[in-house]
T-cell receptor
Framework: KAGVTQTPRYLIKTRGQQVTLSCSPI?????VSWYQQTPGQGLQFLFE???????NKGNFPGRFSGRQFSNSRSEMNVSTLELGDSALYLC????????????FGQGTRLTVV | KQEVTQIPAALSVPEGENLVLNCSFT??????LQWFRQDPGKGLTSLLL?????REQTSGRLNASLDKSSGRSTLYIAASQPGDSATYLC???????????FGGGTRVLVKP
């Protein structure tokens, strides 16, 4: 059974650019959540999608957005990149909408220069 | 606002010793609690999920307990091995939805 797949694994972008990250959840899982991990702030929740609807959103600026497709795959987009957006972005997949066990992908390491 | 704390931030033990990792949370109205392991530069690996109605959960050498009333969970790893060296994170889910609130993690080093 395939796990959570995140692409790409590594990205280097320039300030001001935009970036799109992709997450394919475990087959049958309909909930996808996104997290940002930095040495200073730890793991912070970005947003959660279930059945193509955003159900929760963390305290991040509007430059961070996401969406979920009918096959449960999800993308997150960051526009007008800042140096502080450099981080490991992690996607979590869960079976259902409430309190199900979360399974994480390997993450996308974004470096903004 | 839910806050999750893990103390100590780092721990070093000789191989064979039992590990005791602590997690505390401020709001006892949690739905469940999950323990993860993270190796450097990697994603998170789920270790154990404890539902709010449970007091403990076991998997192999791992045992996690949950005391909602005191806002605490403890992860025990028996007979530690060098391969157990990693950062261990706990996270709670408060209510409907799958938003995880994480602690800062405990970095564990098991010395051969």
């Amino acid at each position: 059974k395939a796990g959570v797949t995140q692409t790409p694994r590594y990205l280097i972008k320039t300030r001001g650019q935009q970036v799109t990250l992709s997450c394919s959840p475990i087959s049958g899982h309909r909930s996808v959540s996104w997290y940002q991990q930095t040495p200073g702030q730890g793991l912070q929740f970005l947003f959660e999608y279930f059945s193509e609807t955003q159900r929760n959103k963390g305290n991040f600026p509007g430059r961070f957005s996401g969406r979920q497709f009918s096959n449960s795959r999800s993308e997150m987009n960051v526009s007008t990149l800042e140096l502080g957006d450099s981080a490991l972005y992690l996607c979590a997949s869960s079976l259902g909408p409430g309190g199900a066990e979360a399974f994480f992908g390997q993450g996308t390491r974004l470096t903004v220069v | 606002k839910q806050e999750v704390t893990q103390i100590p931030a780092a721990l070093s033990v000789p191989e064979g010793e039992n590990l005791v990792l602590n997690c505390s949370f401020t709001d006892s109205a949690i739905y469940n609690l999950q323990w993860f392991r993270q190796d450097p530069g990697k994603g998170l690996t789920s270790l154990l999920l404890i539902q709010s109605s449970q007091r403990e959960q076991t998997s192999g050498r791992l045992n996690a307990s949950l005391d909602k009333s005191s806002g605490r969970s403890t992860l025990y790893i028996a007979a530690s091995q060098p391969g157990d060296s990693a950062t261990y994170l706990c996270a709670v889910i408060k209510a409907a939805g799958n938003k995880l609130t994480f602690g800062g993690g405990t970095r564990v080093l098991v010395k051969p």
